[in-house]
Structure formats: structure tokens, C-alpha cells
């Protein structure tokens, strides 16, 4: 009895074990998937523009920008107190003007702040 225990619970702990370790091996795929495609997006451009839009919010802003052809990665943040987001695009398919006016119609826009 005391064999088949001991059997049953080594069998359970590999099969665990086995469990996590193929898990942790997809979870590892996918985040290395992710961060890759997100760097090679700003990366494999030759020269990517940056604008920093100081807005009411930058959620509101980001939501806005996102999924706009052209835009390759946006960050929140503040800059002297006010709330803002960080453009990265290129400049060959969008303009600051068609950014500006979308954010505009989202009633967030405030500035644009040229670098």
C-alpha cells in the first residue's frame, strides 16, 4: 500500500511539473513574441517621427490614436503637470495634422509640443 502511494504521488508531482514547465514555455513564446513584434515595430522603421500631444487625458488620447494607419507605438505620460502622449509614427502615412484633428474630434486635444 505504502509503495502505491508513494508511486501515485511521484506520477502526480511529474505530471505537475510537466504541466508548468509546458506552460511556462507558452507563456515565454508569447511574451517574447509580443515584445519582439512591439521593438521591430519601431526599430524596423528607417525613421520613425516622434510628437508629444499634451491632452485632457491620455487614456482618452491613446484610445483615440489607436489603431490609426501609420502610428507605431504611443506612450502616456506628464509633462509640467499636464497629461500627454508620446507619438511615434511615420511621417509617410499619417501627418500631425490628421493625428491633431482626430484628437480634436475626441475632445481631449489641448497642444502639440514639436521636438
Not at 1 to 17: E, H
Not at 92 to 106: C, G, R, Y
Request: hydrophobic share 40%; glycine share 6%; aromatic share 8%.
Amino acid at each position: 500500500m505504502r509503495n502505491k502511494s508513494a508511486v501515485l504521488w511521484l506520477s502526480f508531482s511529474v505530471l505537475a511539473l510537466l504541466l508548468v514547465m509546458h506552460n511556462a514555455h507558452q507563456v515565454e513564446r508569447a511574451l517574447k513574441s509580443f515584445l519582439t513584434s512591439n521593438d521591430n515595430a519601431v526599430a524596423g522603421e528607417a525613421h520613425p517621427s516622434k510628437i508629444v500631444f499634451v491632452v485632457h487625458c491620455y487614456d482618452e488620447g491613446r484610445n483615440a490614436l489607436t489603431g490609426m494607419k501609420g502610428i507605431l507605438k504611443i506612450e502616456r505620460g506628464f509633462r509640467n503637470f499636464r497629461e500627454i502622449n508620446t507619438v511615434y509614427y511615420d511621417p509617410n502615412l499619417i501627418t500631425i495634422e490628421e493625428m491633431e484633428k482626430t484628437l480634436k474630434s475626441a475632445g481631449t486635444y489641448r497642444e502639440t509640443i514639436r521636438e
